[in-house]
C-alpha cells in the first residue's frame, strides 16, 4: 500500500487502500454513496497523508485538499462564469469536479437527495481532458434524475423490481451532455413510481428540502431540486408529466423549464408505465437562473441530438430571440378557477404583473378555459384509462411508501364502488366525485380515441383563444409554496396550475420571485380556496409554516417557443431582483 500512485481520485484510492475487489466496491458505491464518500473523505485522505513521503496526491488534489476559500468561490460562481473559467483554464475539471462531490455529499446526508454518485464521472473526466474541441459545457458537473438511462446505473423509479438491471448504454441525452464537455456525477432520488410529488420511495427513503426540513422539496425530480437547492449541484436533468420540473422548481427556489415534449430526446428514459401519448413527458434542466437553462438548452439542441434520435426535431437554439429585448404582450391569470392557490401564489402573480407593466410590457386578462374538465377528463382519464390496473401491477412484490398510500388506497377501490361513492358525494363534494369518476377510466378503445381526439380539440381552442388575444406569453401562477412532508399524496388534484401545460404540451417555466412572509401567513388564516371542502382545508395545512421559503410564478410560451419561454423567465428573473423580491 506504502507504493500505491494515486491517479484517478477517490473510486481508485477506496479500492486500492481497503483491497476491494470491482463488484464489492460497486455493491459499496451503489448501495452506500454516503458511506462511500464517508469513508473517502474521513478515512482514506488521512490514510495517504500518513504516507505522504511515498504517496503521489497529484491525481486527488482537487478532492479534499481544494482549500475552503477556493471551494467556497468555486460554489459561489453562476452556472456562465463557471463554464468560462473552465473553458479558459483558469479552472481545472478536477477541481470543479471534486468540489461539487464534497458539497453534494455534505447536502444529502442532510436531505437524502442523492440516490447515489457515479462512479464513471472519473472515466468521462479523463475523456474530456484529451479531448480537442472544448463543448458547451466542458468541466461542468451535472446531476440527472434517477429515471435518465446512463450505462451500468439503475434506473429504479423507486421500485424494487428496477434494481437488478443496470443500463446497458447511456441515454440520448447523456450522450449528448457527455458530448458537450459536461460530467453526469450523481442520480437523484425519485417517489417510488415517480406519480407523486412529494420525494420518498421504500428503497432510498424521503429526501427533504434543503430549505426546511420539514418540507418536501416538491416531486417527481425532487432529488434534483433538493439537491441544486442546497448547492451540491450546479446544473441538473429532470423530467416532467404533471409538473415534475416546475414543482421542485417552485418548492425548492430554483429555476426550471418544461420544453415542449421531443425538444430534447427521451431515448434511453425509463418508467413504469410506458406508451400514454397523449400527455407526454418532457425532459428538461433546472438550475439556480435561467441564464443556466438557457446554456443548458443551447447546449442540448445540437447536431449530435438530432442525429442520435431522428425522432427530435432539428431545431437549434435561437440565440436572437432568447437576447431580444421587445416587448411582450403578456397574458395573465392568478387562478385556474379549479384549485385557488394560496395567497403568496396568488400575490406572487400579481407583483410580476405589476413590475412587467412598469418595465414597458402590455399585460391582457387571461382566464385559462374548464380546467376542472381538462383536469378529470382529458389529465387524469389519460393516465388512468385503464382504471389505475398497470399502475397499481407495478406495486406487486413492492411496499407502498407511506407517502403514496392514500393514492394507492384510492385507486384499489373496485370501479363500482368508485362510481357509488361519486354519486353520493356529488351534492357535497362535487370535486371529489368527478375525481372518483375520472379514476374509472374508460371502457372501450372507441372512448378512449374519443378521449384523445378531445385533447386535441382543447388544445385548438386554448391556442384560438390566445391568438385572439395577440399574446406572445402567459404569467400563471404554480403550485407552492413547499408542502409539509406526506401531504402530496393526498392532493394529487392540486397540481391543476402545471398539469394544464402538459395537456396543452406547451413549455413551461418555474422562476422564483418573492418569499413567504408573515402577512401571507396570516392572510393563509383566512384561505377558503374553492369550496371549503377537506382538499381546501388540506391544502391548507400542507403549506402552512413556510415563511421565509420560496414563491415562484409560471411562465409559458407556444409549442416548440422554449426560447421565447425563457427570454420571459429572465425578464421575470431580472424584475424580481431589481425590486430585492426574490
Not at 305 to 311: A, E, H, I, Q, S
Not at 474 to 488: D, E, Q
Request: a neutral charge.
Amino acid at each position: 500500500m506504502e507504493n500505491v500512485r494515486i491517479m484517478t481520485g477517490p473510486s481508485f484510492a477506496l479500492k486500492q487502500l481497503f483491497h476491494l475487489s470491482k463488484h464489492d466496491f460497486n455493491l459499496l458505491f451503489f448501495f452506500s454513496p454516503s458511506l462511500f464518500f464517508f469513508f473517502f473523505f474521513s478515512t482514506c485522505l488521512p490514510r495517504m497523508r500518513q504516507t505522504s513521503g511515498k504517496t503521489d496526491f497529484s491525481g486527488i488534489s482537487a478532492a479534499g485538499e481544494v482549500p475552503s476559500v477556493q471551494t467556497d468561490a468555486i460554489l459561489s460562481l453562476p452556472l456562465l462564469e463557471l463554464a468560462g473559467r473552465l473553458q479558459e483554464g483558469s479552472l481545472s475539471p478536477k477541481t470543479v469536479l471534486y468540489t461539487y462531490i464534497e458539497k453534494a455529499l455534505e447536502v444529502t446526508q442532510q436531505t437524502n437527495c442523492v440516490r447515489h454518485f457515479i462512479p464513471e464521472c472519473e472515466e468521462q473526466l479523463q475523456e474530456i481532458q484529451g479531448q480537442k474541441e472544448k463543448g458547451l459545457l466542458y468541466g461542468i458537473p451535472v446531476s440527472i434524475k434517477d429515471h435518465i438511462g446512463h450505462k451500468g446505473q439503475l434506473s429504479t423509479c423507486g421500485l424494487v423490481q428496477y434494481l437488478g438491471t443496470p443500463e446497458q448504454e447511456d441515454s440520448v441525452l447523456v450522450k449528448v451532455l457527455k458530448r458537450q464537455g459536461a460530467i453526469p456525477f450523481a442520480k437523484t432520488n425519485v417517489p417510488q413510481s415517480l406519480f407523486n410529488y412529494d420525494c420518498s420511495n421504500t428503497i432510498f427513503g424521503q429526501t427533504l428540502n434543503p430549505l426546511n426540513h420539514q418540507k418536501t422539496p416538491g416531486g417527481s425530480s425532487g432529488g434534483e431540486g433538493a439537491l441544486i437547492a442546497g448547492g451540491g449541484s450546479i446544473l441538473g436533468i429532470g423530467s416532467d408529466v404533471g409538473g415534475s420540473i416546475r414543482l421542485p422548481s417552485s418548492f425548492c427556489g430554483l429555476c426550471g423549464l418544461k420544453p415542449t415534449a421531443k425538444r430534447l430526446s427521451l431515448s434511453g428514459v425509463n418508467g413504469p408505465v410506458s406508451g400514454i401519448l397523449s400527455v407526454p413527458s418532457a425532459l428538461g434542466p433546472m438550475a439556480r437562473d435561467v441564464d443556466s437553462l438557457a446554456l443548458c438548452m443551447k447546449a442540448l439542441l445540437c447536431e449530435e441530438m438530432f442525429r442520435l434520435d431522428p425522432t427530435v426535431p432539428p431545431i437549434p437554439f435561437n440565440e436572437e430571440v432568447y437576447s431580444s429585448s421587445a416587448p411582450l404582450r403578456v397574458g395573465y391569470y392568478d387562478t385556474d378557477g379549479f384549485f385557488p392557490l394560496p395567497p403568496c401564489m396568488r400575490r406572487a402573480v400579481r407583483e410580476t404583473r405589476e413590475a412587467l407593466q412598469a418595465a414597458g410590457h402590455t399585460l391582457v386578462p387571461f382566464s385559462p378555459l374548464r380546467i376542472q374538465y381538462v383536469m378529470n377528463e382529458l389529465f387524469l382519464k389519460t393516465f388512468f384509462a385503464d382504471g389505475g390496473r398497470a399502475w397499481l401491477d407495478e406495486f406487486t412484490g413492492n411496499i407502498v411508501d407511506p407517502s403514496l398510500k392514500p393514492q394507492v388506497t384510492c385507486y384499489k377501490i373496485p370501479r363500482l364502488v368508485k362510481k357509488l361513492l361519486a354519486l353520493i358525494l356529488k351534492p357535497l363534494f362535487p370535486r371529489l366525485a368527478d375525481y372518483l369518476n375520472a379514476l374509472c377510466g374508460m371502457r372501450s378503445v372507441n372512448e378512449l380515441w374519443n378521449q384523445q381526439h378531445q385533447i386535441e380539440a382543447y388544445r385548438s381552442q386554448f391556442i384560438t383563444q390566445w391568438r385572439e388575444l395577440q399574446l406572445d406569453v402567459v404569467l400563471c401562477p404554480v403550485l407552492g409554496p413547499a408542502f409539509t412532508v406526506g401531504f402530496p399524496g393526498k392532493l394529487l388534484p392540486a397540481v391543476s396550475s402545471t398539469m394544464l401545460y402538459n395537456v396543452l404540451n406547451f413549455p413551461a417555466g418555474v422562476v422564483p420571485v418573492s418569499v413567504v412572509t408573515e402577512s401571507d401567513e396570516e392572510e393563509l388564516k383566512l384561505y377558503r380556496g374553492c369550496c371549503d371542502d377537506s382538499w381546501d382545508r388540506t391544502l391548507k395545512q400542507a403549506v402552512a409554516g413556510a415563511v421565509g421559503l420560496p414563491v415562484a410564478v409560471q411562465c409559458v410560451a407556444l409549442p416548440w417557443q422554449e426560447e421565447l419561454c425563457l427570454r420571459f423567465m429572465k425578464e421575470v428573473e431580472t424584475l424580481s431582483c431589481g425590486t430585492g423580491a426574490a
